[in-house]
């Protein structure tokens, strides 16, 4: 028998060494026949494990915990884990934990030690939590007696976290006026609802939407005001043109916090112009020109004026201010057109230079101007005659002059310039004249020798002035009257020549012998008679005027008979051929009166007629003929191209209405005014214009071809309908005109989008309203016509739940609607015009948000994860350990999605179980057994707090664990049993059976396991769990020494407290030498 040295019961302990190897030499003596000792010996090695018994209590390593908990924590987040130890064995060094005080706050796990949150944490209700936690191990007091527990403290300090972001209140004062000393903006208010450190604003700082840094941030106590309150301050003079939509800038409060919160604030700022900023031209100098034949009321130049202000400030009038003294022009102060406003003349005044004033129609006194030149330049056309110096002229040639003598220069002139004043001359008789002009230079002259005696006295010429213009000249007559001057030209000539005479002697002095006469062609000369040679005695004498040759001397003394006297005629300037006279003095009877003219009776003269006579007669008849009076025929004038300006024009086809769409590209013809004048030349020429109705300038009517062009965007919403006054004008003088109204009608185009009265509305409806609720009328407006401005409505957003009424636009709801599945609608509603269905213009559409917020109501009861939750406990485990956790979500809002949990009347765990009615934490409340109730079946409800409050249920299967407790020991049937073996047996031979009971109720605790605890016989048999006892090794040599063996019986549970021992005495014979293995011997306590 294997003994321990003492009888102290602690001289084995596990916890120091918990094996003991032994070995052990066995040795004996026999004689043999002979009568012989020897010594036998057998040699074992024994391995002795010792057992733990639950001597030691768990204990914590530290003692103290303390941890700090951030109050965000999420439930059911572990937060720390507390551990003890214990060095036994086993349930013996198994330990459970749990809470010396009741909580809802925490729990505990009761095997890992895990301290896991149950409930939110407040740091404001409770900054800190003190627990005791308990460690116990799972040993059996039965066995050992009670250990005593372990604690250790829990200190858990909540730690205020930066739950809130700051709020940001900002309170607008009035909109900035620009350019003003407006020093703060806005107040702004910064509140947290944290406390401590983390409710404290570190900052207020603008982050966004001020790149110039006019703005900054300043705490109101720098200046005596309110804690948490700050002034946006401006720091810089603000200009609306540099930020025509104002500023948004964006705020940034952060706080204190660990880690730090931070929100956002859009705080706009709105700049009310201030007019302080001119009109401007995109020009300072416009250089134009039009023709001076432009019919009053043409388009001259747009001017294009902008103002960078807004509002009236913005909105500009212009008016000329200079340079039109005349009114020569007039301006559409809307629409900036520079129009005529009279027949221009640029003989007149070719250059204007206008001034003209911008002048926005800001508040009186503030309003601001600018102005801009105009440069005019009158493009001269053909409109001026030329003008000669004088209408008529009479100037004197003289006759016989050589061809080509200059007679005059006639001398005209032009108002107009280059070509157009350019003139030419020539002759516009219609019968040949011995003349002829310069074409260029209005010189006339003669093409043949004038006659004065023969030819016409006086010249009656048509000088026509044309000038160069196109497409036609214009040329104007004057009359120029040549008379023709005698000269003397022509010698006077002897009626009769070469005369012989007999001229008796006896005549008186003073007889007239004859009668010489010259005559001269030229007009109004005086002949004068002359004796050349022949009467050197003076016996006879020549009437200088009459050409009468008389006796002067008593012929009877003149020694000759024959006398020839030679005599000539002059004017003066020219003398004839001489005559001669033959006298032939003869001795006649005297008779008579001796101072009587000779006749041919009494002697006479024979003279040669020269023929003079006749062809002065017939001079003198040419001259007549040539010089008639009243034949004007003679100088008709050539008639002219073109005429007087007889008729007025007369349009030709002309249109009563157009109709024209409001989309027509600028630039496009409209129609091309026809019209004629039945006169020529400049009488006929045609000029266009519009002389009222385009008040918006959006028309130009080419003053030459007539056609009728857009030259501003037409907008029938604006304008409907011009009525238009077309003038045409012939360039005459006079000039005539007509004018005729035509209507020009703007159709409407689809060019305007349906306008919504608002364009983004905000309404709220329960989430049990009815199918068929109208919530919201949405009205669009097309400013168009027709079918372009039928609107019809449509929804956009792809939902069953709403529905919009094509025609009306209201908006129903039409399905159930359930906030838990959507809080919010963002319903997109277009509106569409009709477009496209009477032209090629598609539909237009503008879009409207509607947000529709879905009110809740209580309709949903809390509703739990699972329909049933099942559970396996221990029976051992402590009191206030966390058996599940049931969760209900609520999908409501406010106090109807606020779940409270209860344990249900009714359920076979009431009172056993608890359950945190915030958490739905489910804890023991009192021990579980295991053999009095395996199974706990709880009813938890879960309700909310909506009136009226809703609920459901669920339920929590607990399946109680069984725990060996071992409250009895087992018990043989009979205390001493004996049985006998043949030795030698092979190994397995039977040897006997034992039995044991046990009083514990089925299960572990109750089924007996059975082994061999000592006795001589230990290593020789073995016994299997049910009791029945075979040799372990085969038998050694013969004896019949009895062997003795204590057996022992033991339950199958955790814990076994007690060990019930029973002796069996067995014979057998054994062999003279054994040598035995390695037994493993345990030691069993009682």
């Given at each position: 028998?294997?003994?321990?040295?003492?009888?102290n019961v602690?001289?084995?302990?596990?916890?120091?060494?918990?094996?003991?190897?032994?070995?052990?030499?066995?040795?004996g003596?026999?004689?043999?026949?002979k009568?012989?000792?020897?010594?036998?010996?057998?040699?074992?090695?024994?391995?002795?494990?010792?057992?733990d018994?639950?001597?030691l209590?768990?204990?914590?390593?530290?003692?103290?915990?303390?941890?700090?908990?951030?109050?965000?924590?999420?439930?059911?987040?572990?937060?720390?884990?507390?551990?003890?130890?214990?060095?036994?064995l086993?349930r013996?060094?198994?330990?459970?934990?749990?809470?010396?005080?009741?909580?809802?706050?925490?729990?505990?796990?009761p095997?890992?030690?895990i301290?896991s949150?149950?409930?939110?944490?407040?740091?404001?209700?409770?900054?800190?939590h003190?627990?005791?936690?308990?460690?116990?191990?799972?040993?059996?007091?039965?066995?050992?007696?009670?250990?005593?527990?372990?604690?250790?403290?829990?200190?858990?300090k909540?730690?205020?976290?930066?739950?809130?972001?700051?709020?940001?209140?900002?309170?607008?004062?009035?909109?900035?006026?620009?350019?003003?000393?407006?020093?703060?903006?806005?107040?702004?208010?910064?509140?947290?609802?944290d406390?401590?450190?983390?409710?404290?604003?570190?900052?207020?700082?603008?982050?966004?939407?001020d790149?110039?840094g006019?703005?900054r941030?300043?705490?109101?106590?720098?200046?005596?005001?309110?804690?948490?309150?700050?002034?946006?301050?401006?720091l810089?003079?603000?200009?609306?043109?540099?930020?025509?939509?104002?500023?948004?800038?964006?705020?940034?409060?952060?706080d204190?916090?660990?880690?730090?919160?931070?929100?956002?604030?859009?705080?706009?700022v709105h700049?009310?112009?201030?007019?302080?900023?001119?009109?401007v031209?995109?020009r300072?100098?416009?250089?134009?020109?039009?023709?001076?034949?432009?019919?009053?009321?043409?388009?001259?130049?747009?001017?294009?004026?902008?103002?960078?202000?807004?509002?009236?400030n913005?909105?500009?009038?212009?008016?000329?201010?200079?340079?039109?003294?005349?009114?020569?022009?007039?301006?559409?102060?809307?629409?900036?057109?520079?129009y005529?406003?009279?027949?221009?003349d640029?003989?007149?005044k070719?250059?204007?230079?206008?001034?003209?004033?911008?002048?926005?129609?800001?508040?009186?006194?503030?309003?601001?101007q600018?102005s801009?030149?105009?440069?005019?330049?009158?493009v001269?056309?053909?409109?001026?005659?030329?003008?000669?110096?004088?209408a008529?002229?009479?100037?004197?040639?003289d006759?016989?002059?050589?061809?080509?003598t200059?007679?005059?220069?006639?001398?005209?002139?032009?108002?107009?310039?280059l070509?157009?004043?350019?003139?030419s001359y020539?002759?516009?008789?219609?019968?040949?004249?011995?003349?002829?002009i310069?074409?260029?230079?209005?010189?006339?002259?003669?093409?043949?020798?004038?006659d004065y005696?023969?030819?016409?006295?006086?010249?009656?010429?048509?000088?026509r002035?044309?000038?160069?213009?196109?497409?036609?000249?214009?040329?104007t007559?004057?009359?120029?009257?040549?008379?023709v001057?005698?000269v003397?030209?022509?010698?006077?000539q002897?009626?009769?020549?070469?005369?012989?005479?007999?001229?008796?002697?006896y005549?008186?002095?003073?007889?007239?012998?004859?009668?010489l006469?010259?005559?001269?062609f030229?007009?109004?000369?005086?002949?004068?008679?002359?004796?050349v040679?022949?009467?050197?005695?003076?016996?006879?004498?020549?009437?200088?005027?009459?050409g009468?040759?008389?006796?002067?001397?008593?012929?009877?003394?003149?020694?000759?008979?024959?006398r020839?006297?030679?005599?000539?005629?002059?004017?003066?300037?020219?003398?004839?051929?001489?005559?001669h006279?033959?006298?032939?003095?003869v001795?006649a009877?005297?008779?008579g009166?001796?101072?009587?003219l000779?006749?041919?009776?009494?002697g006479?003269?024979e003279?040669?007629?020269?023929?003079v006579?006749?062809?002065?007669?017939?001079?003198?008849?040419?001259?007549e003929k040539?010089?008639?009076?009243?034949?004007?025929?003679?100088?008709?004038?050539m008639?002219?191209?073109?005429?007087?300006?007889?008729?007025?024009?007369e349009?030709?086809?002309?249109?009563?209405e157009?109709?024209?769409?409001?989309?027509?590209?600028?630039?496009?013809?409209?129609v091309r005014?026809?019209?004629?004048?039945?006169?020529?030349?400049y009488?006929?020429?045609?000029?266009?214009?519009?002389?009222?109705?385009?008040?918006?300038?959006?028309?130009?009517?080419?003053?030459?071809?007539?056609?009728?062009?857009v030259?501003?965007?037409?907008?029938?919403e604006?304008e409907?309908?011009?009525?238009?006054?077309?003038?045409?004008?012939?360039?005459?003088?006079p000039?005539?005109?007509?004018?005729k109204?035509?209507?020009i009608?703007?159709l409407?185009?689809?060019?305007?989008?349906?306008?919504?009265?608002?364009?983004?509305?905000?309404?709220?409806?329960?989430?049990?309203?009815?199918n068929?609720?109208?919530?919201?009328?949405?009205?669009?407006?097309?400013a168009?016509?027709g079918?372009?401005?039928?609107?019809?409505?449509?929804?956009?957003?792809?939902?069953q739940?709403?529905?919009?009424d094509?025609?009306?636009?209201?908006?129903?709801?039409?399905?159930?609607?359930?906030?838990?599945?959507?809080?919010?609608?963002?319903?997109?509603?277009?509106?569409?015009?009709?477009?496209?269905?009477?032209?090629?213009?598609?539909?237009?559409?503008?879009d409207?948000?509607?947000?529709?917020?879905?009110?809740?109501?209580?309709?949903?009861?809390?509703?739990?994860?699972?329909?049933?939750?099942?559970?396996?406990?221990?029976?051992?485990?402590?009191?206030g350990?966390?058996?599940?956790?049931?969760?209900?979500?609520?999908?409501?809002?406010?106090?109807?999605g606020?779940?409270?949990?209860?344990?249900?009347g009714?359920?076979?765990?009431?009172?056993?179980?608890?359950?945190?009615?915030?958490?739905?934490?489910?804890?023991?409340?009192?021990?579980?057994?295991?053999?009095?109730?395996?199974?706990?079946?709880?009813?938890?409800?879960?309700?909310d707090?909506?009136?009226?409050?809703?609920?459901?249920?669920?339920?929590?299967?607990?399946?109680?664990?069984?725990?060996?407790?071992?409250?009895?020991a087992p018990?043989?049937?009979?205390?001493?049993?004996?049985?006998?073996?043949?030795?030698?047996?092979p190994?397995?031979?039977?040897?006997?059976?034992?039995?044991?009971?046990?009083?514990?109720?089925?299960?572990?605790?109750?089924?007996v396991?059975?082994?061999?605890?000592?006795?001589?016989?230990?290593?020789?048999f073995?016994?299997?769990?049910?009791?029945?006892?075979?040799?372990?090794?085969?038998?050694?040599?013969?004896s019949?020494?009895p062997?003795?063996?204590?057996l022992g019986?033991?339950?199958?549970?955790?814990?076994?407290?007690?060990?019930?021992?029973?002796?069996?005495?067995?014979?057998?014979?054994?062999?003279?030498r054994?040598?035995?293995?390695?037994?493993?011997f345990?030691?069993?306590?009682?």
């Open positions: 028998m294997l003994r321990t040295r003492t009888g602690d001289v084995l302990n596990r916890e120091r060494k918990d094996k003991y190897v032994i070995e052990v030499r066995a040795t003596t026999r004689r043999d026949g009568n012989k000792l020897s010594v036998l010996e057998a040699d074992s090695t024994i391995v002795v494990a010792v057992l018994t639950n001597d209590k768990p204990l914590f390593y530290p003692t103290d915990y303390e941890q700090t908990v951030p109050e965000d924590t999420p439930l059911h987040k572990s937060i720390l884990r507390v551990s003890a130890e214990d060095a036994d086993g013996n060094g198994e330990i459970y934990y749990s809470f010396q005080e009741s909580t809802d706050q925490f729990s505990i796990h095997m890992t030690g301290v949150l149950t409930r939110p944490l407040a740091y404001i209700e409770r900054p800190f003190e627990l005791t936690v308990i460690a116990q191990d799972r040993g059996s007091s039965i066995t050992s007696g009670a250990t005593k527990p372990s604690t250790a403290r829990l200190r858990i909540v730690q205020q976290v930066n739950i809130y972001s700051p709020e940001i209140y900002v309170n607008h004062l009035p909109d900035i006026m620009e350019h003003s000393n407006a020093d703060i903006y806005a107040i702004v208010k910064v509140l947290d609802r406390k401590g450190i983390h409710g404290e604003i570190k900052s207020l700082e603008i982050v966004d939407g790149p110039d006019h703005f941030i300043r705490s109101a106590e720098e200046t005596g005001g309110k804690l948490g309150e700050y002034n946006i301050e401006v810089h003079l603000l200009d609306r043109e540099v930020a025509p939509q104002g500023y948004n800038l964006t705020l940034r409060a952060t204190k916090g660990v880690p730090a919160r931070q929100s956002y604030k859009a705080v706009p700049l009310t112009d201030l007019n302080d900023n001119a009109p031209f995109d300072e100098i416009y250089e134009v020109e039009i023709p001076e034949t432009a019919p009053i009321n043409t388009p001259v130049i747009r001017l294009k004026v902008t103002d960078a202000d807004e509002g009236k913005a909105q500009v009038f212009l008016e000329i201010v200079g340079g039109n003294e005349g009114g020569e022009f007039h301006i559409n102060p809307d629409t900036g057109m520079l005529t406003a009279v027949s221009l640029a003989e007149e070719a250059f204007y230079t206008l001034t003209v004033s911008a002048i926005d129609q800001g508040n009186t006194g503030t309003r601001k600018s801009a030149k105009v440069k005019v330049n009158v001269d056309t053909n409109d001026n005659d030329p003008v000669f110096d004088a008529e002229a009479t100037v004197w040639v006759e016989n002059e050589p061809p080509g200059s007679v005059t220069k006639v001398t005209a002139r032009d108002r107009d310039s070509d157009n004043a350019y003139i020539s002759i516009a008789n219609l019968n040949p004249v011995p003349f002829d310069e074409h260029f230079s209005g010189i006339i002259r003669t093409t043949s020798v004038l005696e023969s030819m016409r006295r006086e010249y009656v010429l048509r000088i002035a044309s000038d160069w213009g196109v497409p036609y000249r214009r040329q007559e004057m009359q120029l009257r040549i008379r001057r005698d003397n030209d022509n010698r006077p002897f009626e009769k020549v070469d005369c012989v005479g007999h001229v008796p002697r005549v008186s002095i003073g007889t007239e012998v004859i009668t006469s010259a005559i001269d030229d007009a109004g000369n005086i002949i004068s008679y002359r004796m040679s022949g009467n050197e005695d003076g016996c006879f004498s020549l009437d200088s005027t009459s009468v040759l008389s006796v002067t001397c008593d012929l009877m003394d003149v020694k000759v008979s024959d020839e006297v030679n005599v000539t005629a002059t004017d003066s300037t020219h003398f004839s051929d001489t005559v006279v033959l006298i032939h003095l001795m009877k005297k008779s009166s001796p101072s009587r000779l006749t041919d009776d009494m006479g003269f003279c040669r007629d020269t023929g006579a006749r062809r002065l007669t017939e001079v003198l008849a040419s001259a040539n010089n008639m009076p009243g034949r004007a025929e003679e100088f008709a004038m008639p002219s191209r073109y005429g007087e300006n007889v008729h007025a024009p349009f030709i086809d002309f249109p009563i157009i109709r024209v769409n409001e989309s027509v590209a600028l630039g496009t013809t409209l005014i026809r019209a004629r004048d039945r006169d020529l030349g009488n006929g020429k045609l000029v266009f214009g519009i002389s009222l109705g385009d008040q918006d300038s959006v028309f130009r009517l080419d003053p030459d071809t007539g056609e009728l062009k030259i501003g965007y037409l907008d029938r604006r409907q309908e011009y009525l238009l006054n077309i003038s045409v004008y012939d360039l005459g003088r000039q005539k005109s007509s004018s109204f035509l209507a009608t703007v409407d185009v689809n060019d305007n989008s349906p306008k919504f009265e608002k364009a983004l509305a905000s309404f709220r409806v329960t989430e049990n309203a009815l068929g609720t109208a919530i919201f009328r949405v009205n669009a407006t097309d168009d016509l079918e372009n401005a039928h609107v019809t409505y449509s929804l956009v957003t792809d939902t739940d709403f529905s919009v094509r025609l009306t636009g209201i908006l129903y709801v039409s399905s159930a609607l359930d906030r838990e599945k959507q809080e919010l609608y963002e319903l997109r509603i277009r509106a569409t015009d009709g477009g496209g269905k009477i032209s090629d213009v598609p539909p237009l559409s503008s409207a948000i509607v947000r529709v917020t879905i009110d809740d109501v209580n309709d949903n009861a809390p509703l739990f994860s699972l329909s049933s939750y099942t559970v396996k406990m221990r029976e051992d485990i402590p009191l350990s966390v058996v599940a956790i049931v969760t209900a979500a609520d999908p409501d809002v406010g106090q109807g606020e779940v409270r949990y209860s344990l249900v009714g359920g076979d765990g009431e009172g056993v179980f608890s359950i945190d009615r915030l958490s739905g934490t489910i804890r023991t409340a009192e021990p579980l057994d295991f053999e009095e109730r395996q199974v706990h079946s709880l009813i938890v409800r879960a309700h707090r909506g009136t009226p409050s809703l609920s459901s249920e669920t339920t929590v299967i607990v399946e109680i664990v069984d725990v060996n407790e071992n409250l009895h018990v043989f049937d009979d205390f001493v049993v004996a049985a006998s073996v043949k030795e030698n047996q190994v397995g031979t039977f040897v006997t059976t034992v039995r044991a009971t046990d009083a514990d109720p089925p299960g572990d605790d109750s089924v396991g059975y082994s061999i605890k000592g006795g001589d016989g230990i290593g020789l073995s016994i299997d769990s049910e009791g029945c006892d075979s040799p372990g090794i085969s038998s050694h040599q013969s019949s020494r062997g003795k063996l204590s019986a033991s339950t199958l549970g955790f814990h076994s407290p007690r060990t019930k021992m029973q002796s069996l005495h067995l014979g057998t014979q054994l062999s003279e054994h040598t035995f293995g390695t037994i493993i345990y030691y069993v306590q009682d």
